[in-house]
């Protein structure tokens, strides 16, 4: 090969199998990918997002209320009400998470789906029976709902980061982060409340990354393609 003239750049390497940048990974969906999917769960993001503010003031109050024995039939009911309500917006993001499972194959959005079902229903199971009066026992029980939320928060947040490839790569990177950052505080139950918050704009960015997210065309290849060894579709 000639050398460049004077001036001129030097011609760089060439591309090998297996060096350079890897492209990104094609979607391999499970069945007839479905967008009410994501809808569903943006409509969960949005609603858990409003719920936060009241959920971070009232949610890790109830211990204390339980605890003092103050104004507690009153303000149980309430703590009760908005935990119920964030629950169900919770389960319904947690089908955006099945969404890429269902739509792109992530094995971890249905491993966060699976966990997140569990953790949900233990917080708000907990919830409603200390809510109820019940034994002073159940505190452990209600501070392990919040642990297992911090967790599921962790894995909501390494969900969007892995299928970041699929759908706005920036909004599902931001997301991520700032999923794992409140699961992180949430997990340590002293900062769960500031978990709840910083939580807010995660579920804010994941809603809009849903609502953006697309579905993968499914392509069927022709019928003389299809079957090995068919002669091609025109002979010169």
């Given amino acids: 090969m000639p050398y460049p003239p004077p001036g001129g750049m030097y011609p760089g390497p ?3 199998p297996g060096w350079g940048l890897r492209p990104p990974p094609l979607p391999r969906p499970h069945g007839v990918p479905s967008r009410a999917l994501f809808v569903t769960g943006a409509v969960g993001h949005f609603i858990a997002a409003g719920m936060a503010i009241p959920f971070a003031y009232f949610g890790i109050s ?3 209320f339980f605890s003092f024995g103050s104004f507690f039939g009153f303000l149980s009911i309430i703590i009760l009400a908005i935990s119920i309500v964030m629950g169900v917006a919770l ?3 947690l089908i955006g998470l099945y969404g890429f499972w269902k739509n792109y194959g992530s094995r971890l959005g249905i491993a966060a789906f699976i966990f997140g079902l569990i953790a949900t229903i233990v917080f708000i199971s907990a919830t409603a029976l200390l809510a109820l009066g019940g034994g002073f026992a159940l505190v452990f029980v209600y501070f392990a709902g919040w642990v297992l939320l911090g967790v599921m928060f962790i894995l ?5 980061i892995v299928n970041r490839h699929f759908v706005l790569p920036g909004a599902s990177i931001a997301a991520g982060v700032l ?3 409140a699961g992180g505080l949430i997990c340590s139950i002293l900062l769960a409340s500031a978990g709840a918050i910083v939580a807010m704009p995660a579920l804010i960015i994941g809603g809009i990354v849903l609502t953006s997210a697309p579905i993968p065309m499914m ?3 022709p019928p003389e393609y299809a079957r090995p060894g068919a002669p091609p579709p025109f002979t010169p």
Avoid: N, S
């Avoid at 909501?156 to 969007?160: C, R, T």
């Fill in 14 to 16: 060439g591309m090998v």
């Fill in 62 to 64: 109830l211990v204390f």
């Fill in 91 to 93: 389960v319904l993001q």
């Fill in 156 to 160: 909501d947040g390494a969900a969007f």
């Fill in 179 to 181: 999923f794992i950052i």
């Fill in 219 to 221: 392509y069927a290849p």
